[in-house]
């Protein structure tokens, strides 16, 4: 496995951690979805990443983490305290 294409998987598990940081429910499933699909988009058929491709995602991730994180901080700053109904606890 080249170097190219290890760097776009660490970005993409670190996308994905990423997304999951957000209290949100909506947004952190938003996130996933577009991150899962986003990385679907680089591959071809479901096959693995080429190296061409590994690149283009790697430019694409990058850029996309940064945005996750500054957003990730707005929304601790301004994001509301109430929990979604989907975060409870499972309790009824």
């Known amino acids: 496995m080249t ?5 776009a998987q660490t970005l993409l598990k670190r996308m994905l951690q990423s997304a999951s940081n957000f209290k949100d429910y909506n947004v952190r499933a938003y996130l996933v979805r577009k991150t899962n699909d986003a990385y679907a988009s680089f591959t ?8 061409t491709s590994a690149k283009a995602f790697s430019e694409f991730a990058e850029k996309e983490l940064r945005w996750m994180e500054r957003q990730e901080k707005v929304y601790e700053l301004y994001g509301s305290e109430r929990k979604s109904v989907l975060d409870g606890d499972g309790k009824r």
């Open 44 to 51: 071809k058929e479901g096959r693995e990443l080429n190296e």
């Open 3 to 7: 170097n190219q294409i290890q760097t």
